[in-house]
């Protein structure tokens, strides 16, 4: 009943609802947003990486956080990596979130840290919550099977912003929108950018990457700092630079910001690069990048990282059920154009039919440019069953190959059907099969 009530009633009528379960939440934990300062990150990509980057950034100045993210949860010293799959996790109901409010300031937190979706703040998740510091990471095209339109998508996204005029700002510079963001009544504003010159902010110069991180120069208002990520790509040095003018807001110092970035190993499921033997002489990446956008700029640092070990690039992708259809073939694309070997597969069908998922993203390789004569069970292969196709990507590996594995990132289940949730983790099927072909000497 409740189902289907769910797909009859309003979205803006569910809204209501939603709306008064974040009242009754927030007086059934004492308003505990009042007693601690929260920092909301908000946009397309990069929410879930900033987020754990702001709280090292604090761990490093000695300063208690707590945070709500996709992939963990984090009161003080304990992080609870998040094992099962829902359609709330990112940020959850408003009396999950108030009550992991309510824990942080229990737990003596002077900070929490909150990845604030789109969905989220159109649902009124995070109604009632008076953030200290707000950032906007970037927008593309995403969750228009919920939004309709992507004006539809800002809005919700412009929210945060509009909710909270006492907030600090952080925004990024490089986004068409950014204006959009910056120009709304706020305390203090922050830009940051990896091409222009801001007049209070951060920009990030002399960039170089590398597989295994990236480094560059952050210049901001009062002197500059060289930054040695561990983790690669540009777009983690535009989610450090997000970061790090968050620090600035807090008025923390420089040095302390720089080495709370360079203390991050990895983030889960974020080019989180998978080794089990010093035997193994090719890479494996397992990343949740799962639209366009995110995917082309994984492929862009891999491949940039690939340029003088040489080796091909053999990716594992699929698309997720119940969201845009019109990415999928663009995603299939994408893989013809960067990709040497291509194994198309399952991925979060939920209700629809995940072999037609497959079919559509598939469909786009021979778009994907020049690169290759595309042959199926040549040099791209159709393959239903996703553990199967994780064994056939790192079957095909040779010495300096990276297989680059992507869509589920660190979740350890697979949506399948109405609302059914099976145990299913790239990370871990992928470590199994270099098992089985290398040994196991690494921890």
């Known amino acids: 009943m409740k189902k289907l009530l769910s797909k009859i009633v309003p979205q803006s009528l569910k809204n209501q609802f939603h709306k008064l379960e974040a009242v009754s939440a927030i007086a059934v934990n004492g308003n505990p947003s009042k007693k601690i300062k929260v920092i909301g990150v908000t946009g397309t990509k990069g929410k879930t990486t900033v987020c754990n980057m702001i709280a090292a950034i604090l761990d490093a100045n000695g300063i208690k956080n707590a945070m709500e993210t996709t992939i963990n949860t984090k009161i003080g010293s304990e992080i609870t990596p998040h094992k099962n799959k829902s359609r709330w996790i990112t940020t959850p109901p408003a009396p999950v979130v108030q009550s992991f409010l309510k824990k942080a300031v229990l737990a003596g937190c002077e900070y929490a840290v909150v990845e604030a979706t789109s969905n989220a703040l159109d649902q009124h998740r995070l109604y009632g919550i008076k953030f200290d510091t707000v950032v906007f990471t970037n927008l593309t095209q995403e969750h228009l099977e919920y939004h309709k339109t992507k004006e539809n998508y800002l809005n919700a996204k412009l929210k945060l912003f509009q909710e909270n005029p006492q907030a600090k700002f ?26 222009k010159s801001v007049d209070h902010g951060a920009i990030a ?37 997000a970061s790090f003018c968050v620090g600035l807001a807090l008025g923390l110092d420089p040095e302390k910001i720089k080495a709370g970035l360079e203390n991050i190993l990895l983030v889960s499921g974020r080019m989180e690069p998978i080794k089990v033997s010093k035997k193994q002489d090719f890479t494996v990446i397992v990343d949740y990048a799962h639209n366009p956008d995110s995917l082309k700029n994984v492929y862009e640092t891999v491949t940039d990282g690939m340029k003088n070990a040489g080796g091909r690039l053999i990716t594992v992708l699929g698309a997720t059920g119940r969201r845009d259809k019109t990415k999928r073939p663009i995603m299939g694309a994408l893989a013809g154009h960067y990709a040497d070997l291509v194994v198309f597969t399952n991925e979060d069908p939920y209700d629809e039919d995940p072999e037609t998922i497959m079919e559509e993203v598939a469909e786009g390789i021979h778009k994907g440019g020049d690169k290759h004569q595309w042959r199926l069970n040549r040099n791209y292969w159709k393959v239903l069953d996703r553990s199967i196709a994780i064994h056939k990507a790192i079957k095909e590996a040779k010495k300096n190959d990276v297989v680059l594995i992507t869509g589920k990132g660190a979740e350890e289940v697979m949506a399948v059907g109405e609302s059914e949730f099976v145990p299913f983790s790239d990370r871990e099927v992928a470590r199994n099969e270099l098992i089985i072909r290398f040994g196991k000497d690494i921890k």
Request: no cysteine; proline share 2%; net charge positive.
């Open 170 to 195: 952080v925004v990024n510079a490089d986004d068409v929108n950014w204006n959009k963001f910056y120009s709304l009544l706020g305390v203090e504003k922050f830009l940051y950018s990896i091409k």
């Open 205 to 241: 110069r002399k960039i170089l990457t590398s597989r295994e991180g990236a480094t560059a120069t952050i210049v901001y208002d009062g002197g500059q700092v060289t930054v040695s990520l561990n983790i690669p790509g540009i777009f983690n040095v535009q989610n450090a630079l």
